[in-house]
C-alpha cells in the first residue's frame, strides 16, 4: 500500500522558515516524480513544486520561486520542501502527491498544517 | 497557465438522483501525445483529495462505477449517476497537460438535499 506521511509542519512567524518532510513507503520511490500541493484553508488546491526521480530537475510555481526549495533523499525515501521568507498567504494544508506519470497524481499524503502568523 | 473553470461551484443533490460537473480548460489539454490530462479527485470534509478519474474517463480502482467521466479538447464532465450520502464532497478537475503548472479548478460542493 503507498503511504506518504508528511510531517515538519507548525506555527512560523512571517519572514520564517520551515522544512517539510514526506516519509513514502509502499512503492519504488525513484520511479516517481513528486510534487507538493497546498490548500489555503477553506480554499482550492495548488500546485506548489516538483521534482523529477533521480532529483536532478525541480520546477517550482512563480509564487514560491526562489523562496522554498524541494529535494529527496532517495536513500531514506523521504521528499523534502524548505520554505524560506514565509507569509501570511503560504498558510496552508501542505500535500505530498504522486505523479503517476500520466499527467496526474494517483496518491496523497493526508497533508501537514503550515500556520504563518506572528 | 491553464485555467480550469467548474460549474456549477455547488449542487444540491436528493439522494439517489443524478449529479453533474462540467470543467472547461482555457487550452485544450490534449497532449502531443495524443492523450488527455484531465482527472477529477474527491475531497470529503476534513480528509484528502481522492482521484476518481484520470485521462478523461478511467475510473481509479475502488471508484463505484456511478462516477463517470467524459469529454474532450476542453470541455469536460463528471457525473455520479445516483448521490448517495457518501458522495458529498468537493470535487475538482486538474488539467496534467501543462507541465509541470498543472492547475485546479476551483471546486464544486456537493451537498445532499
Known amino acids: 500500500e503507498v503511504q506518504l506521511v508528511e510531517s515538519g509542519g507548525g506555527l512560523v512567524q512571517p519572514g520564517g522558515s520551515l522544512r517539510l518532510s514526506c516519509a513514502a513507503s509502499g512503492f519504488t520511490f525513484t520511479d516517481y516524480t513528486m510534487h507538493w500541493v497546498r490548500q489555503a484553508p477553506g480554499k482550492g488546491l495548488e500546485y506548489v513544486s516538483a521534482?523529477?526521480?533521480?532529483?536532478?530537475?525541480?520546477y517550482y510555481a512563480n509564487f514560491v520561486k526562489d523562496r522554498f526549495t524541494i529535494s529527496r533523499d532517495n536513500s531514506k525515501n523521504t521528499l523534502y520542501l524548505q520554505m524560506g521568507s514565509l507569509r501570511a498567504d503560504d498558510m496552508a494544508v501542505y500535500y505530498c502527491v504522486r505523479h503517476d506519470g500520466w499527467g496526474s497524481y494517483d496518491s496523497w499524503g493526508q497533508g501537514i498544517l503550515v500556520t504563518v502568523s506572528s | 497557465d491553464i485555467v480550469m473553470t467548474q460549474s456549477p461551484l455547488s449542487l444540491s443533490v436528493t439522494l439517489g438522483q443524478p449529479a453533474s460537473i462540467s470543467c472547461r480548460s482555457s487550452q485544450s489539454l490534449v497532449h502531443s501525445d495524443g492523450n488527455t490530462f484531465l482527472s477529477w479527485f474527491q475531497q470529503r470534509p476534513g480528509q484528502s483529495p481522492r482521484r476518481l478519474i484520470y485521462k478523461v474517463s478511467n475510473r481509479d480502482s475502488g471508484v463505484p462505477d456511478r462516477f463517470s467521466g467524459s469529454g474532450s479538447g476542453t470541455d469536460f464532465t463528471l457525473k455520479i449517476s445516483r448521490v448517495e450520502a457518501e458522495d458529498v464532497a468537493v470535487y475538482y478537475c486538474?488539467?496534467?497537460?501543462?507541465?509541470?503548472?498543472?492547475?485546479f479548478g476551483q471546486g464544486t460542493k456537493v451537498e445532499i438535499k
Open positions: 521534482i523529477d526521480p533521480d532529483g536532478g530537475n525541480t
Open positions: 486538474m488539467q496534467g497537460a501543462d507541465w509541470p503548472s498543472w492547475t
